[in-house]
């Protein structure tokens, strides 16, 4: 099965894979702000009880927050691809992807052949 059979499944997960990202995006900057209120009073950089500096903290989320943020832009990428037609194609080999993995990864790029090789 392809693209081509299934494009309202292929359309429905990447709108669920970015709106829930927007949503990842949306609680990590709250979270990003809440680390940042608290810690604005003091330039110490106290020590929680379970021994991670807050600034340790801050930077965790602020790398989650650009991990999100970088995931989203996939998505908007594959959105593009699908409107202009080459959505589902192997950037390596041009072979066609098959639409369980695009369903499951709806930003992939690769085949799974030329996803390994690249990783090796």
Do not use: K, N, W
């Amino acid at each position: 099965m392809s693209v081509e059979d299934r494009p309202h499944a292929v359309e429905a997960a990447l709108d669920f894979e970015a709106q829930r990202t927007r949503g990842r995006i949306v609680a990590l900057e709250r979270d990003l702000t809440a680390l940042q209120d608290a810690t604005a009073d003091s330039p110490d950089d106290e020590h929680d009880p379970e021994g991670a500096t807050i600034a340790f903290e801050r930077q965790q989320v602020a790398s989650l927050l650009a991990a999100a943020r970088s995931r989203l832009a996939e998505l908007d990428d594959a959105r593009a691809r699908l409107e202009l037609g080459d959505y589902g194609r192997c950037a390596d080999c041009g072979q066609a992807i098959p639409l369980e993995r695009l369903l499951a990864r709806p930003a992939v790029r690769r085949c799974a052949g030329c996803e390994a090789r690249a990783e090796r």
